[in-house]
């Protein structure tokens, strides 16, 4: 009686491999580690599939093992089974067994961490100084001097190195197809490299718990051809459309110069305007800190070229005008916690925007694109 | 020199009685007995295992399916917060406490523990340390910081609230607890084995209490210093982990997994002893290898303490570093891999009936082997820079300390059960509750493997539907009220059995060890008659001395019988009588944890119990002269 069941608990256990094996076959998610699209998260990847199937092989001889004496060695009658108390040469053998398995297993590892933790050569890598804030990623180009947020835009087939850091608290910065994560930690600066094989766009999540809303700071790495890249460089230098006097738009740009300006910088396409935002950006940080609770001024992602960008709350919702008006008229209706809702005035004091005033300043942020925009292929998801 | 004071004359006037009788309230709350105070633990931390079970089951719940609204991130952040601190601390390591208390004495025949009221005062500080953590809840400030509570994020300039203070004080007071039941139960084990029990003789279960009483009284002061300077930071503006400040984040990180690492092998050494007790009994032959057991036990703790940054793989620690930690994290494998393989060989060629008990043990070794390898992927440090925070690391450590802990927990506690109370656990309920947890178990866990491969982080209280990851996270939730289903056919279980009691003899298993040369439940002075010892197993042996002699005869000997207590002079046996003082110490210790964070008369008060508890036990007979001994 007692054998179907525990027969069926050990299949389970076995059926559990197999659907396990079966499902690990979906690279097509967007954070599957199985769909690596880069040397670090291929080598990554296959030392894990190395390890796991040493891993099943143990598996299999060990959960076997189990099975065969629960079911062959049941009790048949009252005799007592013959009294072993041990076996030196077996107990060797199985102290060897794993000691060998581990040295098989340590060698590639070894050799794994040296060739994804030490940096590439600076000379033609790409470098990026990628800054966590509670919720949101702050990615800075020092040598192009380019600034922007929660969009990463990198060309293919190149090293690129982040210097990794975080303003608050700890952050995680993790792009799954590319890059396993390397963690944000204030006053450490991390360094993570890595490389894009092919152009896309693909996710990345803050790992590292950070706060309420640590489920919502995600963000996007667009990686282009090596051509559309310098264009989208190019791009970052250019200004926006300008907007026809008069117009919603124009209305917007005023709101915006009013009520939303002193946290988010969106003219960072002006020449020296990287150190400057640089600057506003720690002079923010320092005011917040020295009121917390009633800080006028917060740090806040640079919005240059927002109508450009695929996603609004960083990584959260489609970029587009119902959104971005519904995220205006209270961002706690799409995130919880954000320090806009808590720290702008125009949620806190007595300057509350119109419905119509909402809708300006999206129409605004939206007209945000380079004014001699090629169609970038990226925007299309 | 003399002093001014006998201790031995000085008594601090009494407020209450002394208690003295032996039944009732007053009795539970003043006793020093073992038993008691071994069934108290249990009862309040299973309490704690069904909180820590309901936290558990809402965050499933707001799990369920993509962008799900039913649980606000605040409250989820408390909730699984509280649910890891819960199951680790209120309840794996006072489950533990629980068969520490009742089985170490009768183990190594023995009356009781070294000292009895430190260990009144370990379960005391226990319950209210236990009670003023979840005291938060009624607050609405509940801990939201993780139980590891990673600075910044944990300091009060980002976490104002009480919560996190609410948090590193409990662990506070709970280290108290945790640390006198270690040092307790080294002196226990060291001096008061009965003649004849040598170190190699005893019971794999004692064994392995010894080693984690070890690892206790070792890791917990560090904790308790990182506590200390976290409270620091909170409550008197110290600066150790203020980033802003120039303190450093990795600096708590170091210290608590310092504590951390061996706290795992706090929590499974015990579950690995109470297999080690179940196999051979239930295969009828003995451990296989029992040097062999011990010493990678003791290993296993040893090692433990240099294994601590494999939690840190990603905080960028460089590559010199990451390989020493993951070359020691892997040599771990190798003493768990021979614990394995000497269970398995146990029960080869056993005659293996497979009760309640014996099924959770095969259970233990079958879920803990996948723990144990998921942890060997893990150690792979590149790798594990893909794992590292995310649902894999969440089924890996539930197949070791669900999957192993807890399932050695209830397989101890089916075992137990008749010698705890005098009557056996229904077994066709017990097997329902094996089944529905062994089911439920996988059904959530396993495709949290799958989950964390598919880029699934830890700790978000959402996800969006376009990720691939509802179908594994619904099955995930229904596995989840699975296992709340089988722990309550547990719970009915207990109470059925309790109203349809099936009396169990003192020697229910045909068992092996010294506590079940004894009646059961056993008197509360446990042996009649103070065992002399002659060999692992001795009471084994004594029931079939033939097979000493490799003698084929397998009758149990006629002399070998459970001890008689109807004809025993009571009054020749000493043992303490109660005291309340423990008590006042415990209930003090926490009311001043508490006044930390609300008022300086709570800490006054709560110290003023602390001192003259103290003080009133340390000048208190151990018994009453003029009573009666008990």
Same mark, same amino acid.
């Given at each position: /009686?007692? +054998?179907?069941?525990?027969?069926l608990?050990?299949?389970?256990?076995?059926?559990?491999?197999?659907?396990?094996?079966?499902?690990?076959?979906t690279?097509?998610?967007?954070?599957? =580690?199985?769909?690596?699209?880069?040397?670090i998260s291929? $080598?990554?990847?296959?030392?894990?599939?190395?390890?796991f199937?040493?891993?099943?092989?143990?598996?299999?001889?060990?959960?076997?093992?189990?099975?065969?004496?629960?079911?062959k060695?049941?009790?048949?009658?009252?005799?007592?089974?013959?009294?072993?108390?041990?076996n030196?040469?077996?107990?060797?053998?199985w102290?060897?067994?794993?000691?060998?398995?581990?040295?098989?297993?340590?060698?590639?590892t070894?050799?794994g961490?040296?060739?994804?933790?030490? /940096?590439?050569?600076e000379?033609?890598?790409?470098?990026i100084?990628?800054?966590?804030?509670?919720? %949101?990623?702050?990615?800075?180009?020092?040598?192009?001097?380019?600034?922007?947020?929660?969009e990463?835009?990198?060309?293919?087939?190149?090293?690129?190195?982040?210097?990794?850091e975080?303003?608050?608290?700890l952050?995680?910065?993790w792009?799954?197809?590319?890059a396993g994560?390397?963690?944000?930690?204030?006053?450490?600066?991390n360094?993570?490299?890595?490389?894009?094989?092919?152009?896309?766009?693909?996710?990345?999540?803050?790992?590292?718990f950070?706060?309420i809303?640590?489920?919502?700071?995600?963000?996007?790495?667009?990686?282009h051809?090596e051509?559309d890249?310098?264009? @989208?460089?190019?791009?970052?230098r250019?200004?926006?459309?300008?907007?026809?006097?008069?117009?919603?738009?124009?209305?917007?740009?005023?709101?915006?110069?009013?009520?939303c300006?002193?946290?988010?910088?969106?003219?960072?396409?002006?020449?020296?305007?990287?150190?400057?935002?640089i600057?506003s950006?720690?002079?923010? %940080?320092?005011?917040?800190?020295?009121?917390?609770?009633?800080?006028? $001024?917060?740090?806040?992602?640079n919005? *240059?070229?927002?109508?450009?960008r695929?996603?609004?709350?960083?990584?959260?919702?489609?970029?587009?005008?119902?959104?971005?008006?519904?995220?205006?008229?209270?961002?706690? &209706?799409?995130?919880?916690? *954000?320090?806009?809702?808590?720290?702008? +005035?125009?949620?806190?004091?007595?300057?509350?925007?119109?419905?119509?005033e909402i809708?300006?300043?999206?129409?605004?942020?939206?007209?945000?694109?380079? #004014?001699n925009?090629?169609?970038?292929?990226?925007?299309? #998801? | 020199?003399?002093?001014i $004071?006998?201790?031995?004359?000085?008594q601090?006037?009494?407020?209450?009685?002394?208690?003295?009788?032996?039944?009732?309230?007053?009795?539970?709350?003043?006793?020093?007995?073992h038993k008691?105070?071994g069934?108290?633990?249990?009862?309040?931390?299973?309490? %704690?295992?069904?909180?820590?079970?309901?936290?558990?089951?809402?965050?499933?719940?707001?799990?369920?399916h993509?962008?799900?609204?039913i649980?606000?991130? #605040?409250?989820?952040?408390?909730?699984?917060?509280?649910?890891?601190?819960?199951?680790?601390?209120?309840?794996?390591?006072?489950?533990?406490?629980?068969?520490?208390?009742?089985?170490?004495?009768?183990?190594?025949?023995?009356?009781?523990?070294?000292?009895?009221?430190l260990?009144?005062?370990?379960l005391?500080?226990?319950?209210?340390g236990s009670?003023?953590m979840?005291?938060?809840?009624?607050?609405?400030?509940?801990?939201?910081?993780?139980?590891?509570?990673?600075?910044?994020?944990?300091?009060?300039?980002f976490?104002?609230?009480?919560?996190?203070?609410?948090?590193?004080?409990?662990?506070?007071?709970l280290?108290?607890a945790?640390?006198?039941?270690?040092?307790?139960?080294?002196?226990?084990?060291?001096?008061?084995?009965?003649?004849g029990?040598?170190?190699m003789?005893?019971?794999?279960?004692?064994?392995?209490?010894?080693?984690?009483?070890?690892?206790?009284?070792?890791?917990?002061?560090?904790?308790?210093?990182?506590?200390?300077?976290m409270?620091g930071?909170?409550?008197?503006? *110290?600066?150790?982990?203020?980033?802003?400040?120039?303190?450093?984040?990795?600096?708590?990180?170091?210290?608590?997994?310092?504590?951390g690492?061996?706290?795992?092998?706090?929590?499974?050494?015990p579950?690995?002893?109470?297999?080690?007790?179940?196999l051979?009994?239930?295969?009828r032959k003995?451990?296989?290898?029992?040097?062999?057991?011990?010493?990678?036990?003791?290993?296993?703790?040893?090692?433990?303490?240099?294994v %601590?940054?494999?939690?840190m793989?990603?905080?960028g620690?460089?590559?010199?570093?990451?390989?020493?930690?993951?070359?020691?994290?892997?040599l771990?494998?190798i003493p768990?891999?021979?614990?394995?393989?000497?269970?398995?060989? *146990?029960? @080869?060629?056993g005659?293996?009936?497979?009760?309640?008990?014996?099924?959770?043990?095969?259970?233990?070794i079958?879920?803990?082997?996948i723990?144990?390898?998921?942890g060997?992927?893990?150690a792979?440090?590149?790798?594990?820079?893909?794992?590292?925070?995310?649902?894999?690391?969440?089924?890996?450590?539930?197949y070791?300390?669900?999957?192993?802990?807890?399932?050695?927990?209830?397989?101890g506690?089916?075992?137990? @059960?008749?010698k705890?109370t005098?009557y056996?656990?229904?077994?066709?309920?017990?097997?329902?509750?094996f089944?529905?947890m062994?089911?439920?178990?996988?059904?959530?866990?396993?495709?949290?493997?799958?989950?964390?491969?598919?880029?699934?982080?830890?700790?978000?209280? =959402?996800?969006?539907?376009?990720?691939?990851?509802?179908l +594994?996270?619904l099955?995930?939730?229904?596995?989840?009220?699975?296992?709340?289903?089988?722990?309550? $056919?547990?719970?009915i279980?207990?109470?059925?059995?309790?109203i349809n009691?099936?009396?169990a003899?003192?020697?229910?298993?045909?068992a092996?060890?010294? #506590?079940?040369?004894?009646?059961?439940?056993?008197?509360?002075?446990?042996?009649?008659?103070?065992?002399?010892?002659?060999?692992?197993?001795?009471?084994w042996?004594?029931?079939?001395?033939?097979?000493?002699?490799?003698s084929?005869?397998?009758?149990?000997?006629?002399n070998?019988?459970?001890?008689?207590?109807?004809?025993?002079?009571?009054?020749?046996i000493?043992?303490p009588?109660?005291?309340?003082?423990?008590?006042?110490?415990?209930?003090?210790? &926490?009311?001043?944890?508490?006044?930390?964070?609300y008022?300086?008369?709570?800490?006054?008060?709560?110290?003023?119990l602390?001192f003259w508890?103290?003080?009133?036990?340390?000048?208190e007979?151990?018994?009453?002269?003029?009573?009666?001994?008990?």
């Amino acid at each position: /009686m007692f +054998s179907n069941r525990t027969g069926l608990i050990f299949n389970m256990a076995l059926m559990m491999l197999l659907s396990f094996a079966l499902m690990s076959c979906t690279p097509e998610n967007p954070q599957s =580690t199985f769909d690596a699209q880069g040397p670090i998260s291929e $080598i990554q990847k296959n030392l894990f599939l190395f390890t796991f199937w040493i891993a099943v092989i143990v598996f299999i001889v060990v959960e076997g093992a189990i099975i065969f004496v629960t079911f062959k060695y049941r009790r048949k009658n009252d005799d007592l089974p013959a009294q072993i108390h041990g076996n030196l040469k077996l107990e060797i053998t199985w102290t060897i067994i794993p000691a060998i398995i581990i040295v098989i297993i340590s060698v590639p590892t070894v050799f794994g961490i040296w060739e994804t933790q030490v /940096m590439p050569d600076e000379e033609d890598a790409i470098i990026i100084d990628a800054v966590g804030h509670q919720w %949101w990623f702050e990615f800075k180009y020092p040598l192009e001097e380019i600034v922007t947020a929660n969009e990463l835009h990198l060309p293919e087939d190149k090293n690129v190195i982040v210097n990794i850091e975080s303003q608050d608290v700890l952050h995680s910065f993790w792009i799954p197809k590319i890059a396993g994560k390397v963690d944000m930690v204030p006053n450490h600066e991390n360094k993570l490299w890595f490389r894009a094989d092919n152009p896309g766009i693909y996710y990345g999540q803050c790992a590292e718990f950070c706060g309420i809303v640590h489920a919502m700071m995600r963000f996007r790495v667009i990686v282009h051809t090596e051509e559309d890249y310098q264009r @989208w460089i190019e791009e970052m230098r250019t200004p926006p459309k300008s907007v026809s006097s008069g117009s919603d738009e124009d209305e917007g740009r005023k709101l915006f110069v009013g009520n939303c300006s002193m946290c988010h910088t969106n003219d960072s396409y002006k020449k020296a305007a990287y150190h400057k935002e640089i600057n506003s950006q720690y002079n923010r %940080w320092e005011e917040w800190k020295k009121d917390k609770e009633n800080s006028a $001024i917060v740090s806040a992602p640079n919005l *240059t070229h927002f109508g450009n960008r695929l996603t609004l709350g960083a990584g959260i919702k489609e970029n587009n005008y119902e959104n971005l008006v519904k995220w205006i008229e209270n961002p706690d &209706s799409i995130k919880i916690g *954000t320090r806009m809702k808590n720290h702008a +005035s125009i949620y806190n004091a007595d300057i509350k925007l119109t419905d119509q005033e909402i809708q300006q300043i999206a129409k605004y942020l939206l007209s945000l694109k380079p #004014e001699n925009e090629t169609t970038a292929t990226y925007n299309k #998801e | 020199m003399s002093s001014i $004071i006998n201790p031995k004359q000085f008594q601090i006037p009494r407020i209450f009685p002394r208690p003295m009788s032996h039944s009732g309230i007053w009795y539970w709350l003043g006793t020093v007995d073992h038993k008691k105070i071994g069934t108290m633990y249990g009862i309040v931390s299973f309490f %704690w295992f069904i909180m820590g079970g309901i936290e558990a089951l809402l965050i499933r719940v707001q799990l369920s399916h993509a962008e799900a609204d039913i649980i606000s991130p #605040e409250l989820y952040n408390q909730l699984f917060t509280m649910h890891g601190t819960t199951m680790v601390f209120l309840v794996v390591m006072p489950l533990s406490a629980a068969f520490f208390n009742w089985l170490v004495p009768l183990q190594i025949g023995a009356r009781d523990v070294a000292f009895p009221r430190l260990n009144a005062l370990s379960l005391w500080v226990f319950i209210f340390g236990s009670i003023l953590m979840n005291i938060s809840w009624l607050t609405g400030e509940a801990p939201n910081g993780g139980w590891f509570g990673y600075p910044p994020n944990s300091t009060v300039q980002f976490n104002p609230g009480n919560g996190m203070t609410f948090w590193v004080l409990g662990l506070n007071v709970l280290g108290v607890a945790s640390i006198a039941a270690g040092l307790n139960f080294i002196v226990t084990i060291i001096n008061m084995r009965a003649p004849g029990m040598t170190m190699m003789r005893m019971p794999v279960f004692t064994w392995m209490t010894l080693i984690t009483s070890i690892l206790i009284v070792l890791a917990l002061p560090v904790l308790a210093v990182a506590g200390i300077q976290m409270t620091g930071d909170r409550v008197y503006g *110290t600066n150790f982990f203020n980033s802003e400040a120039g303190g450093d984040p990795i600096f708590w990180q170091h210290i608590f997994w310092l504590f951390g690492h061996p706290e795992v092998y706090i929590l499974i050494l015990p579950a690995m002893g109470m297999v080690s007790e179940i196999l051979p009994t239930f295969a009828r032959k003995p451990l296989f290898g029992y040097t062999f057991i011990i010493f990678s036990g003791a290993l296993i703790g040893f090692m433990g303490w240099f294994v %601590w940054s494999h939690h840190m793989f990603t905080v960028g620690l460089g590559p010199a570093a990451n390989t020493a930690f993951t070359l020691s994290t892997m040599l771990i494998a190798i003493p768990t891999g021979v614990k394995i393989f000497n269970w398995i060989a *146990t029960l @080869w060629g056993g005659s293996i009936k497979l009760t309640t008990s014996m099924l959770f043990s095969i259970g233990f070794i079958a879920m803990f082997t996948i723990g144990g390898l998921s942890g060997v992927t893990h150690a792979i440090s590149p790798s594990d820079a893909q794992q590292q925070d995310t649902y894999y690391v969440v089924a890996h450590f539930h197949y070791v300390l669900f999957g192993g802990a807890i399932f050695a927990i209830f397989g101890g506690l089916y075992f137990w @059960w008749p010698k705890f109370t005098g009557y056996f656990l229904n077994e066709k309920l017990g097997i329902l509750n094996f089944i529905l947890m062994m089911i439920g178990f996988n059904l959530q866990f396993a495709p949290m493997h799958w989950l964390g491969l598919d880029g699934m982080p830890r700790r978000i209280y =959402t996800y969006a539907e376009n990720m691939g990851w509802e179908l +594994s996270n619904l099955a995930a939730t229904i596995g989840g009220f699975l296992i709340a289903i089988s722990v309550l $056919i547990f719970l009915i279980n207990v109470v059925i059995s309790r109203i349809n009691k099936k009396l169990a003899s003192g020697d229910p298993w045909d068992a092996r060890t010294l #506590e079940w040369s004894i009646s059961s439940p056993p008197p509360h002075y446990n042996f009649v008659k103070i065992p002399q010892v002659e060999h692992i197993d001795d009471w084994w042996y004594k029931k079939y001395p033939g097979l000493l002699e490799g003698s084929p005869k397998q009758n149990k000997s006629p002399n070998a019988t459970v001890e008689d207590t109807s004809n025993v002079d009571e009054s020749k046996i000493h043992l303490p009588d109660l005291s309340y003082y423990p008590l006042f110490v415990g209930i003090g210790l &926490s009311l001043a944890a508490l006044g930390v964070i609300y008022t300086y008369a709570l800490v006054t008060i709560g110290l003023i119990l602390v001192f003259w508890g103290c003080i009133g036990w340390s000048t208190e007979p151990v018994n009453e002269p003029h009573k009666k001994h008990h």
